[in-house]
């Protein structure tokens, strides 16, 4: 059973977590978060002509066990063996998503045996060379152990739609199309 929803563009605020959760929050209400990206791609002549280096970088944070190799999309000159921008955005809402739901589902008594999804974005390029994603779909499949919770285990990707931090932050239409078997 499908029930799509979506999220995106500046959204409200839902107090629909539990309250051990909001307890946590109103006490941490202000997060930070640090990156570094480091180029790799000078290739002798640096940026001298657009062709003349490469797009490769990785992508650390502190305390983190390993760097995530990055490129642009192979479109725009880039290693299609690392990760681009774009996937890493996807990726983001997907994780995002997938948390909130299983905290969800731990909290409701639903046990969840396996979970994936296969995320999907669309991105338009203008003719300056500028652009931006203009849909992003998840498409989470997860299965429980318990036949007879389906339509609340779906009710819950929902709920976790509207508190999902990165989909809450995006400018473009995050659609969710869940299935749960058992």
Known sequence: MNTPTERGGGGH?????????GEFLSRHRN???????????????GTSTYSAYSRDHQLSAPDKATTISG??????HGDGGRYNPEELLLGALSSCHMLWVLHLSANAGIVVTEYSDEA???MVQHPDGSGEFTLA???PRMVI?????IAEAIALHDRA???CFVARS???????EPTVTA
């Not at 995006?170 to 659609?175: D, E, H, I, Q, S």
């Open 31 to 45: 997060h930070r978060y640090r990156m570094t990206v480091n180029w790799l791609g000078n290739l002798g002549p």
């Open 120 to 122: 999907t974005g669309e």
């Open 13 to 21: 605020h839902s107090r629909g977590y539990d309250e051990s959760l």
């Open 137 to 139: 779909v998840l498409r």
């Open 71 to 76: 490129s642009a999309d192979p479109a725009f």
């Open 161 to 163: 739609h509207s508190l």
């Open 145 to 149: 152990a318990d036949a007879s919770r």
């Open 170 to 176: 995006v400018a473009f239409p995050v659609k969710c």
